[in-house]
């Protein structure tokens, strides 16, 4: 038994079988993030929700994904055809990929890169790309205007995102989300939410655009353009594009909670569960989740130059503003700050 | 200040669209790539099936066309085929969310050729399945303004409300929508003992919820008051001469309300106020809206106290041959002006029966005020002006 981890702790065993587990996350991240998203809409508006499929309807998402894959895999006669099949792929491969430098646990993370956030903020800005060629391919006017409206967002969104992460690179002193972690250590006080909460703001404001949900849904657009970029989708790519969705929520609160909140860390030094802290990695995520979620059910959606107005003239100077603060308060106080 | 500059550069543009359309060398000189963008019938912003052909600059509305007939059944001309007693079950299904409303009208027109006293106690009850059907239509539209701005929830809120009226009609009327309970000269039946006070339980806990469930929710957000103040505004001159009535009139400031203005059945009886704003906007019309439900409430609880006794089905005779003639009825449907014209020729089927809807003259609005809005506000302006598929298309 012994030497079969040894054996798996060896690369490139060990980097397979952990990539094998965070795609295993990612698709089932998806399928509870659908079920509680369908949950928690119910019991905000006063409903069940699905309680038929299994224990109080908690199969439902098997019931989903076997219809999603019994389905025809429609496309448009007039579609760019490979174009068209590759968008759900380009957009699912960055969310699923993001998860590898997200440290879980005390030592449990892929790949410790030294640059992680710049790997974090290349590869969402992929997603954009996913989007673009989605509404390109389908050549529907409603996915075009999509498709439009989703690379004006995911751009302009991109600059306060990156923006809100440099105060907590500039605190920590590394680039790496496992130094970053680190750097938090010995109680909730130490955590970057306290000195970086503008910075939070931002970026959870930033993140949710990133993540196209309400009140910043507008690439999908339900009520005018009818589901946007992903109107001519349906099947398996309808729900690989769903999936990468929700890897991409679940991927912004990891990170959210890892930059912001301590990642792993304890709140209080006596609950610390050593190789158990995962426990309060994912309480933390799932906090998160859950206020998007939260906010998904309750907030109607911006119009695209209020989205535009709100990002360039509020979120931006706030963290440019923020981000000199921070850097001075560096400089000035070394011996604080370290 | 910046929406006044958006509206007066909104008006400007659609003057040189409507130019650049019909003259191609004005459409090469100006350079501006229009896409041209079908949306509907089936669409699920549309409240039924209307069809609209925007022409788009990037988002912004330079032309709209408005198509429609997708549900067109033929009311007026079945009607001609019809006894006159057998016209209101198709009358119910004109405007499918304001079905007593649509009842009403008829009945007060084919009445207005008889020679008949409708008794007080059946016209009482004619005006509180009204103002419920008017309480029973306005909750869902403004959710239906909330969906379409993207929030799901309200919607659910408004139709919980909406289905314990739904139950209210059933034990009245046994029908959940197609009620068929006003008849020429009275209702069809005196209401069950336990009803009034059911109904009045009702709208005690519909009071309750209103602030929380219907104004603190979304007046109270900021995102609402964004996407709504000083979209879709509309001077008092361009509504009254396309003829719009309804709260999408008075959010304008017009103070027209048929209610009290041409009162009919038992309205004379009791007090009320009419809502006016001055926005002119679709945050107006929601306002107008909500105040709407307020005064319904007080209408219904007003009945309630003063209900009169006695009969509720006038003397009439089983088979009905009004004189050669005209009748005239008109109503303040949740939408507008209803309006039933009949002419009969002496037998016991109506000549000619004409429907005014204020879903359809509404709508006329739509192609005056869109040019120069963004897409999303075209979705907004359909929850001001609200209007129902069966009821434009008839």
Known sequence: ?338 | MLEQERVAESAALSGRATERLTNPYLRNEFGLETIDLNVGPQHPAMHGLLRLILELDGETVVRCDTVMGYLHRCQEKIAENRMYPAVIPLTDRLDYFANMHMEHGYCLAVEDMLDVEIPPRADAIRVLMCELMRLASHLPSTGFLMLELGAFTPILYAFRERERIQNIFEAVTGARMMFHYLRIGGVKADLPADIPERIWEYVESLEANLQRDFVDLIEGNEIFVARTRGVGRMSQEKAVEIGVTGPALRCTGVDFDIRRDYPYSWYPNVEFDVITDTGGDVEAGYRVRIGEIKQSIRIVKQVLEKLPEGEVMGDVSRRIRPPEGEGFGRVESPRGEFAVHVVSDGSDVPYRVHYRDPSFVNMQLLQEILPGHYLPDVIAIMGLIDPVSGGWDK
């Open chain 1, 1 to 338: 038994m012994g030497t079969v981890i040894e054996y798996l702790n060896q690369e490139p065993w060990r980097f397979l079988v952990s990539f094998a587990a965070v795609l295993f996350l990612t698709l089932n991240l998806a399928a509870i993030l659908t079920m509680s998203e369908r949950k928690v809409a119910a019991y905000i508006q006063g409903r069940y929700g699905p309680n038929r499929v299994g224990p109080r309807g908690l199969l439902q998402p098997l019931a989903d994904v076997f219809k999603l894959f019994t389905k025809e895999n429609l496309s448009p006669s007039r579609a760019d055809r490979w174009v068209f099949l590759a968008a759900p792929i380009a957009m699912f491969i960055p969310a699923a990929a993001i998860w590898l430098v997200v440290p879980f646990a005390p030592g449990a993370v892929v790949a410790d890169l030294n640059i992680a956030l710049l790997f974090f903020i290349s590869i969402t800005s992929i997603g954009a790309l996913g989007v673009i060629m989605a509404g390109y391919g389908s050549r529907s006017n409603f996915a075009l205007l999509g498709a439009l409206r989703g690379a004006g967002q995911l751009i302009s969104y991109e600059v306060p995102l990156i923006l809100s992460m440099l105060g907590v690179a500039v605190l920590a002193g590394s680039l790496s989300l496992v130094d970053i972690v680190a750097a938090q250590d010995g109680g909730f006080w130490n955590w970057y939410f306290l000195p970086q909460f503008p910075m939070l703001i931002a970026f959870y404001v930033a993140g949710i655009a990133e993540i196209k949900r309400i009140p910043f849904d507008l690439p999908e657009g339900e009520s005018e353009i009818v589901g946007g970029f992903m109107v001519e989708y349906s099947g398996m790519t309808w729900a690989l594009i769903q999936a990468s969705e929700f890897a991409l929520m679940g991927l912004i609160s990891a990170i959210g909670a890892t930059l912001f909140f301590g990642g792993w860390q304890p709140p209080f030094e006596f609950l610390d569960f050593g190789n158990f802290n995962w426990i309060w990695f994912g309480l933390k995520a799932a906090l998160i989740m859950f206020s998007f979620l939260w906010i998904r059910w309750t907030l109607p959606r911006l119009r695209m130059d209020q989205l535009m107005d709100f990002g360039w003239k509020i979120l931006v100077p706030l963290t440019i503003f923020w981000l000199f603060i921070t850097a001075g308060a560096v400089l000035a106080f070394p011996s604080v700050f370290g």
